[in-house]
């Protein structure tokens, strides 16, 4: 026998010296949960070891993720019930809890990036990303793009580095990025949730902001995971529309999408592993079915493999944590 694949496997060295993917801590971005209050922390309970933290804890929290080596974090805030209306107007209150969030955390800790998310459905009454039409039930593309732009404005001005329009309205790239220009915020990033499916993974983040939708699905707005080509159609329109980050979402059931992306566009990509994929391996490793560490380092470095610069995780302290060991 001539060639002998096993010969480059034979120890850790040789591993390490052919090894094609590397994972590191600056490849991730931590989403949070923000509640009101002080000292205040609110288990999820389909996501255990993730909690709603009160923004003193968000604090906390960053600067050890920063400390860990993950130096950019993504708020999502818990909006309470009261506040949330038809047309969703606390989106861009600039005393409400995102633009307070941003604000502090931005000013406790300048050199962590901070990634605010654009979209209605924390702060709608409908539990959708876009306005409905109260007589059809139809999600209004055109209407929704003025409320995005103002929240996209709000967070900038509380001092957001990278807006992620995740509401999958047509046009909102282009339409956030003049505003933003238009009120000097040049420099503010959009990463784009450029190829995000109607996907049934998304229930635990829903149960942390209470956010799922009141009636209907988002089949008419978020895509079909039947589709790929699709996928480009929709990144070719962001990259057009100005955006500087392309991201899948989900991640684990759709690398074939990263990698698509990875192929066809010179943009970064990015990759979203969402709650119901942390959920899934936090469930089988609570049952002893799975390995825990083992299992986090395999699945972000499948992301990497498939052609994902970055990955936003809820396994990204325990990532760092296990990858600085
Ligand atoms: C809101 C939004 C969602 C997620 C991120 N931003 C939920 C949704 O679209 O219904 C999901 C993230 C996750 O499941 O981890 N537009």
């Known amino acids: 026998m001539l060639i002998r694949p096993r010969r480059n496997r034979a120890n850790e060295v040789i591993r390490s010296l052919v090894r094609e993917t590397h994972l590191s801590a600056n490849h991730l971005i931590a989403p949070l949960f923000v509640i009101e209050g002080t000292n205040q922390k609110v288990p999820v309970a389909s996501m255990p070891g993730q909690n709603r933290l009160s923004i003193d804890l968000v604090i906390k929290e960053a600067k050890e993720l920063y400390d860990l080596g993950v130096r950019t974090v993504a708020l999502f805030p818990a909006v309470s019930e009261n506040l949330k209306t038809p047309h969703a107007q606390e989106a861009y209150n600039p005393d409400g809890l995102n633009a307070r969030a941003i604000s502090e955390l931005k000013n406790a800790l300048p050199e962590m990036m901070i990634m605010g998310d654009v979209a ?3 702060y709608s009454s409908e539990g959708h990303d876009g306005i409905v039409d109260p007589k059809t039930g139809e999600i209004l593309n055109d209407e929704t793009l ?3 732009a103002n929240q996209a404005l709000c967070e900038a001005r509380a001092g957001v580095d990278i807006i992620g329009p995740s509401d999958r309205m047509d046009g909102r790239v282009s339409y956030i990025r003049q505003a933003l220009d238009d009120e000097g915020f040049s420099k503010t990033l959009i990463m784009s949730y450029s190829a995000k499916y109607a996907s049934a993974y998304y229930g635990p983040f829903r149960d942390a902001l209470d956010s799922a939708p009141k009636k209907g699905d988002k089949k008419t707005y978020q895509m079909d995971y039947a589709n790929a080509n699709e996928a480009l159609r929709e990144a070719a329109l962001d990259e057009a529309e100005g955006a500087d980050i392309l991201m899948v979402k989900p991640g684990l059931p759709y690398l074939d999408v990263i990698y698509r992306l990875k192929q066809n566009f010179t943009l970064p990509i990015a990759a979203y592993n969402v709650s119901g994929e942390y959920a899934m391996v936090k469930a089988a490793v609570e049952k002893g079915w799975l390995e825990n560490d083992k299992v986090i380092l395999e699945t972000l ?17 325990e990532a760092a944590q296990l990858l600085n060991n």
Request: hydrophobic residues 50%.
């Open 146 to 148: 003025e409320v995005l």
């Open 120 to 122: 209605l459905d924390p």
């Open 301 to 317: 470095t499948s992301f990497r493999r498939a052609g994902a610069d970055i990955i936003l995780t809820y396994f990204a302290k």
